[in-house]
DNA sequence: CGAGTATTTGATGCAGTTCAACGCTCGTGG
DNA sequence: CCACGAGCGTTGAACTGCATCAAATACTCG
């Protein structure tokens, strides 16, 4: 038995507009069902054209592409309330592929009804294009981030932005959030090496701004972060729930 | 008298969708205009909220963001059949900054019918979604190029780019095409100095890969140049066009 | 207990930055 | 008509942030 759309335990957050009854019915039509994947499961190929697309209901994952000469560019980290698959819905190829870092759950729906959407429930199609724009936006800020930074900036602005999003999603406690990623991850994401960024997060670290070890991240000092990363201190924009 | 939608210039371009004499007659009836602007000046400013809406007819123009501390980061080039200002009309702000860099011709269209394009035309909605996903897509890639090649492969990966865009709108002429940017331009755009860049150009230039100086560049060596940026030899996916 | 994975730390080298200077072209004003 | 300055491209030299190499520690798991 499956969550009905109209009791999914996202919904109760904040950072996710709100739902009338007719579209959770519309959404509902849809669901296929729920997926639940082990730690390392890859969800989406790049270059492929999978024929699900999902929500994330629980566990974290990395959106990710590899180059011809087997290094890896993170794209970003994968949240509760993530859309994957958007590209391959309507492009009909991942750009990049996407994987399991936990344990995860997943909202499936089928991409061949994805085309409805647009014909039946105008309001979710915006909502698509919504999403699409947010992540453009994202990268945007990610490339800055790569390309104008320091080390130590580009490290403690995806900090910043990760407590942020686990904030939003009421994952905090008195700073601690897990974080169970690897080193190397954060590295690909930021296009530095593992060495450099393990030196870079013990700086961060003796400086008395964020402890990130065994999984865990504890930010002690978020004006001094985001101050370091350069980024405003802001809640994410409220967001669609597909 | 500006130029009706159904003799658009672009549309002769195998790189743009076919439009059915229903959705030329739908999008006829957005366009508010046609705007001529000259180099340097702003189109839409990050952070705010444009009440219009372009399709570049004709010219070239720049994507970018600037840091606090007066960097800036050009997030891509606009070409001829880019639409701006989506950011703004789905969320109400701009991620990015946009100003033309030769004189160009941009098609008008009133935000404030935005909405419509959901409710009445679904297949120019699922557009406006491939859009958003296109340059997610493209963005995923300059990531890649940003965080994970050298200076050498990263420049080369742009120019490739850059042909392949330029071949689609038929602007080249024996690998020679009109360039008109900066080398401060390209720098900005892949993160690397302009001291740097311009070296690096001239190190392409001595391998008689390719040419770029007065405006012009050339590619004497496609496949070379292809190979040391890593990037496929493909043309760009067809495209909806606003 | 040994193999595999992740974090940490030190040492060395280089790709790319920064600084500085010069040449060319073009527009402007005296 | 020439002088001057601004913008852009080019080149050399010195410096440095980060990559790379190497190795030790700590864990987990079969």
């Known amino acids: 038995m499956t969550i009905a759309c109209t009791n999914c335990p996202l919904r109760k957050f904040d950072i996710f507009d709100e739902m009338t009854q007719d579209e959770l019915d519309f959404?509902?039509?849809f669901k296929v069902g729920e997926l639940v994947v082990e730690p390392g499961a890859p969800l989406l190929m790049e270059g492929s054209n999978s024929p699900q697309?999902?929500?994330?209901?629980?566990?974290?994952?990395?959106?990710?592409?590899?180059?011809?000469?087997?290094?890896?560019?993170?794209?970003?980290?994968?949240?509760?309330?993530?859309?994957?698959?958007?590209?391959?819905?309507?492009?009909?190829?991942?750009?990049?592929?996407?994987?399991?870092?936990?344990?995860?759950?997943?909202?499936?729906?089928?991409?061949?009804?994805?085309?409805?959407?647009?014909?039946?429930?105008?309001?979710?199609?915006?909502?698509?294009?919504?999403?699409?724009?947010?992540?453009e936006h994202?990268?945007?800020?990610?490339?800055?981030?790569?390309?104008?930074?320091?080390?130590?900036?580009?490290?403690?602005?995806?900090?910043?932005?990760?407590?942020?999003?686990?904030?939003?999603?009421?994952?905090?406690?008195?700073g601690a959030m897990a974080f169970p990623y690897r080193q190397q991850d954060l590295a690909d994401a930021l296009g530095l090496s593992l060495v450099h960024t393990n030196k870079t997060l013990a700086r961060l670290r003796e400086r008395q701004l964020a402890t990130w070890s065994e999984g865990t991240l504890t930010v002690h000092d978020m004006i001094g972060l985001a101050e370091v990363g350069q980024v405003d201190i802001e809640s994410p924009p409220v967001r669609p729930l597909m």
């Not at 929500?55 to 949240?79: A, H």
């Open 53 to 135: 697309l999902y929500t994330v209901l629980s566990g974290l994952g990395l959106r990710y592409k590899l180059t011809p000469d087997g290094d890896r560019q993170v794209i970003n980290f994968v949240f509760p309330g993530d859309f994957l698959g958007l590209q391959a819905g309507v492009m009909s190829e991942m750009g990049h592929s996407v994987e399991a870092t936990t344990r995860m759950t997943l909202c499936v729906f089928d991409r061949t009804h994805f085309w409805q959407v647009y014909t039946e429930m105008p309001r979710r199609a915006y909502d698509l294009t919504w999403l699409a724009a947010v992540e």
């Open 138 to 174: 994202f990268l945007g800020e990610s490339m800055v981030a790569l390309g104008r930074r320091d080390a130590t900036a580009s490290v403690a602005w995806a900090l910043v932005r990760v407590a942020q999003r686990m904030e939003a999603l009421n994952l905090v406690t008195g």
């Open 27 to 29: 959404m509902q039509t």
